[in-house]
């Protein structure tokens, strides 16, 4: 079964770090495209991040020079490693598949079940 | 920054069609995606390349894209697309994903 598993998700505080996981099963995350978006409470998705084959990675303007993506072959997961978290960064964060480069137009086929993130002191 | 505009809400009784647009600069000239999402659960794509079906999609979900507007089609709307609709696009000059603003449907 092809599936995404978010883990890591939890209480932080301003100007902290955390680091997201992305457990990916019935396929590989080298041979994809592998998203970040996040939503907060109420409001509408926000894309956050791609990465795919030969470490290429585009980060939305809010969280460029904070988050960075990356995966792991050997484990098959994805990462979401942010820093200098703000209150605006809570939210839900889900990572999702594309199976192919984003101007064809194929969109996201899979997503995770989401692992909540709050920024509060 | 690229921006993809949606109406807050549609409302559609049952059995008719909703049609929920999506607006932005030139968007007829890229691909626009569509995802349903119900409250509590995560997203679930309902049309990618404009107009395509995923696997397991209904046939009353339609879509187009011309111009400036892509469209979501539901025909014959059923209580149970009662969900948030967000269209998608890939913007190639600043090379990030946008999703739309959101449109809450509701089958009353």
């Known amino acids: 079964e092809v599936q995404l598993v978010e883990t890591g998700g939890g209480l932080i505080q301003p100007g902290g770090s955390l680091e997201l996981s992305c457990a990916a099963s019935?396929?590989?995350?080298?041979?994809?495209?592998m998203n970040w978006v996040r939503q907060a409470p109420g409001k509408g998705l926000e894309w956050v991040s791609l990465?795919?084959?030969?470490?290429?990675?585009y980060y939305a303007d809010s969280v460029k020079g904070r988050f960075t993506i990356s995966r792991d072959n050997s484990k098959n997961t994805l990462y979401l490693q942010m820093k200098r978290l703000r209150d605006e960064d809570t939210a839900v964060y889900y990572c999702a598949r594309a199976t192919m480069v984003p101007q064809n137009g194929r969109g996201f086929d899979v997503w995770g079940q989401g692992t909540t993130v709050t920024v509060s002191s | 920054s690229y921006e993809l505009t949606q109406p807050p809400s549609v409302s559609v009784s049952p059995g008719q069609t909703a049609s929920i647009t999506c607006s932005g600069d030139?968007?007829?000239?890229?691909?626009a995606c569509w995802y349903q999402q119900k409250p509590g659960q995560s997203p679930v794509m309902v049309i990618y390349?404009?107009?395509k079906r995923p696997p397991g999609i209904p046939e009353r979900f339609s879509g187009s894209n011309s111009g400036s507007t892509a469209t979501l089609t539901i025909s014959g709307t059923q209580t149970m697309d009662e969900a948030d609709y967000y269209c998608?696009?890939?913007?190639?000059?600043?090379?990030?994903?946008?999703f739309g603003t959101g449109t809450k449907v509701s089958v009353l």
């Open positions: 390349e404009d107009t």
């Open positions: 019935g396929f590989t995350v080298i041979n994809n495209y």
């Open positions: 030139k968007l007829g000239d890229k691909y």
């Open positions: 998608q696009a890939w913007d190639s000059s600043t090379a990030l994903y946008v």
């Open positions: 990465t795919y084959a030969g470490g290429t990675t």
